[in-house]
């Protein structure tokens, strides 16, 4: 297979909208990592504001081309009217992200920032603030995929239904529903799907691990995937390319598991307040899968999430092993009702290495690292639910599917330590861009169920 050029057509990190002689030093080290992490934003536009940078909107105009009248002219016609030209136009909302991490001065990446400076900044980012950045931008472009498709109606759920609630466990991703994308496209003349000369060109699939599986175990798969190291002439591949099939090409994502957001088989009410660093085993005592140390033994911290009510099911449908999700909104707009949003920033997939029963506690592999101490109404600080997993597949074929206003691009702050001892230094990042639907015809979504395996055997839950 010959890949094409897919990959050059897009502006892929938020700073090559910024003018390289406004740029400090720091920003290509951000656009290197960027570059080697990011996953989905590769194919998103990033589009500088240049108006005021305080402005809270963006507003994009696509032009619409004439139509072409082939109606033949009277001979001696002289005159005829002027072929109208129109236009439609998208709004981008911003909106401010940012993170931080922070370290005492007996850290070592701490003393070796101050004696290095530049170098020692450098490492700050390479580690978790880069990290944390990276991964912050890339969920925000994922988001904007899923939720364009489903605001656009360029949707397909696996089984025929019409939301999250039709999917089982029997709906797993069929491949072949890739030619029934490419077909969509071609007939809505999306460029690069045509291709030069009609000749087509490639559509990008980026999807779960588990679809994966599904698709090189099932027949289909088995006739005809081929795996990067097959393809005819492998030019330049996509980050976490696995293969493709007849002019689709696969590209893997963890990120692409939907946990939980299927039909609920267990939901329960978090009544006491989690602060960061509950939910794991007491390192003490007790090691995760016999090897890990997770946590800490500081007093009040607890080594538990306790569930004061069930909604649906009971402790009883969740088991040692299950991926349960953490979560402190709950939405009915896919189809589920009071179910897991996928959008949810503060939501965490924790896995279960044990429970008690009355009082209803459980524990996780990890804890949780985000505060969730706000009484929510009725005394619930949060939920805990099991559902249906469910995959989601983001089939691109073309540029300016998403775009990415961009008001003021991250950039990376060292305030000064306000504590007595000024100890604590901190490291922070922030950006004021928004993601929007540009043009739904270039992109699809295809939502189903998949395989799942952390341990012990393979299953569609």
Same mark, same amino acid.
């Given at each position: ?166 999917? #089982? +466990? *029997?709906?797993?991703?069929? $491949? @072949? &529903? !890739?030619?029934? =994308?490419?077909?969509?496209? /071609? ?123 069930? #909604? +649906? *099911?009971?402790?009883?449908? $969740? @088991? &040692? !092993?299950?991926? =349960?999700?953490?979560?402190? /909104? ?125 341990? *012990? ?5």
């Amino acid at each position: 297979m010959t890949v094409g050029d897919f990959d050059t057509y897009y502006s892929d990190n938020p700073w090559t909208v910024v003018d390289k002689n406004q740029r400090v030093w720091y920003d290509p080290e951000l656009t290197s990592l960027y570059r080697r992490s990011a996953i989905f934003t590769p194919t998103i536009q990033f589009m500088k504001n240049l108006g005021d940078m305080r402005a809270t909107k963006m507003v994009m105009t696509q032009l619409l081309s004439p139509h072409p009248d082939y109606t033949a002219l009277a001979v001696r016609q002289m005159w005829m009217p002027a072929s109208h030209i129109d236009s439609r136009s998208v709004e981008i909302t911003f909106s401010r992200y940012g993170g931080k991490v922070a370290y005492t001065v007996y850290d070592d990446i701490v003393s070796y920032w101050k004696q290095n400076g530049v170098a020692g900044l450098r490492r700050i980012m390479r580690g978790a603030l880069g990290e944390h950045m990276i991964e912050v931008l890339d969920m925000l472009a994922r988001n904007a995929y899923l939720d364009g498709a489903i605001d656009s109606g360029f949707v397909l759920y696996q089984g025929g239904g019409s939301d999250f609630s039709a999917i #089982g +466990t *029997g709906d797993t991703f069929d $491949i @072949n &529903v !890739g030619l029934d =994308i490419w077909l969509g496209m /071609t007939q809505r003349d999306v460029a690069q799907v045509i291709g030069p000369n009609g000749a087509g060109g490639s559509i990008v699939c980026y999807t779960s691990p588990g679809v994966i599986y599904d698709i090189q175990k099932g027949t289909d798969g088995k006739d005809g995937w081929v795996a990067i190291n097959q393809y005819a002439n492998p030019g330049a591949l996509l980050r976490n390319e696995v293969g493709s099939f007849k002019n689709v090409r696969f590209v893997q994502s963890p990120k692409l598991v939907l946990w939980n957001c299927g039909t609920i088989i267990a939901q329960g009410s978090v009544t006491t307040a989690i602060n960061a660093g509950d939910g794991a085993p007491n390192p003490g005592t007790t090691k995760v899968d016999n090897t890990y140390m997770v946590g800490q033994t500081t007093a009040g911290v607890k080594n538990y999430i306790e569930v004061g009510s069930w #909604g +649906t *099911g009971t402790l009883a449908s $969740i @088991n &040692v !092993g299950d991926i =349960i999700t953490i979560h402190v /909104t709950r939405t009915s707009a896919n189809g589920i009702t009071n179910g897991v949003n996928f959008q949810e920033g503060t939501l965490h997939n924790r896995r279960v290495v044990s429970k008690t029963a009355t009082p209803d506690r459980i524990v996780l592999d990890k804890p949780i690292m985000v505060d969730m101490n706000t009484d929510l109404g009725g005394g619930v600080y949060a939920y805990v639910t099991k559902g249906r997993n469910i995959h989601g597949s983001i089939f691109v074929g073309g540029p300016n599917g998403i775009v990415s206003g961009v008001a003021a691009p991250p950039r990376i702050h060292t305030p000064a330590p306000v504590d007595d001892y000024e100890m604590m230094q901190r490291f922070s990042w922030d950006a004021y861009l928004g993601y929007q639907t540009y043009d739904p015809n270039v992109f699809e979504v295809v939502f189903s169920a998949g395989t799942t395996r952390v341990k *012990g055997d393979a299953t569609v839950q």
